[in-house]
């Protein structure tokens, strides 16, 4: 829901250029603690001659160390978006057992014991989505990313329901 709103900019703007869009979202997700079928989200994009891949993975690298802590380690997992290519999603380290295993055995609350929690989505900006703008993708290149911030909030805060965002509870409200 948001995505277009890069379009519309791209074809109004001459590149370089580095937004940011914010945007509220629905889903066809069944509501259940971490997911609801209406959230906010924040897009990235980023659009010059030499934007490169390492652009993305750095800027990203910077934001989760800001967010949740200097020893958030990062990784990047092959995956498809329409509008980028190649696409990633991208994790962080568990912010509650930093992806090690507990020495009783149990498995972390957060991520099942798998260490790892998905962020958010990123990728290049696939050549296609330039010619549509009238770029030429010899000569530009760009980054994009997307983020929930209630998934985001969840994992900083400790959340342990996305639901609680939309229930309108001041009491909740006013602890941010």
């Known amino acids: 829901h948001t995505s277009p ?19 509220r ?7 259940d603690a971490s997911h609801s079928f209406m959230f906010h989200q924040v897009e990235g994009l980023a659009v010059g001659p030499r934007v490169r ?22 990784r990047f ?27 009783s055995g149990k498995r972390c609350s957060m991520c099942g014991g798998k260490g790892w929690l998905e962020i958010l989505g990123a990728g290049m900006v696939n050549p296609k989505a330039f010619e549509h703008v009238g770029y030429d993708p010899e000569k530009v290149t760009g ?25 309108n509870d001041i009491r909740f409200l006013r602890q941010f």
């Not at 750095?58 to 990062?74: D, P, S, W, Y």
């Open 53 to 74: 891949f390492s652009d993305l993975k750095g800027t990203l690298e910077i934001f989760a160390k800001q967010m949740f802590g200097k020893n958030t380690r990062m």
């Open 5 to 23: 709103v890069q379009a519309r900019f791209m074809e109004k703007n001459k590149p370089p250029f580095s937004i940011i869009v914010p945007g």
């Open 77 to 103: 997992r092959p995956s498809f978006f329409p509008f980028t290519e190649p696409s990633a999603e991208v994790d962080i380290s568990c912010i509650v057992c930093g992806g090690k295993p507990s020495a």
């Open 143 to 167: 980054l994009a990313f997307g983020m929930g911030v209630e998934r985001i909030a969840i994992l900083k805060y400790g959340i342990t329901d996305i639901r609680m965002f939309f229930e």
């Open 25 to 31: 979202v629905f889903r066809p997700d069944a509501t």
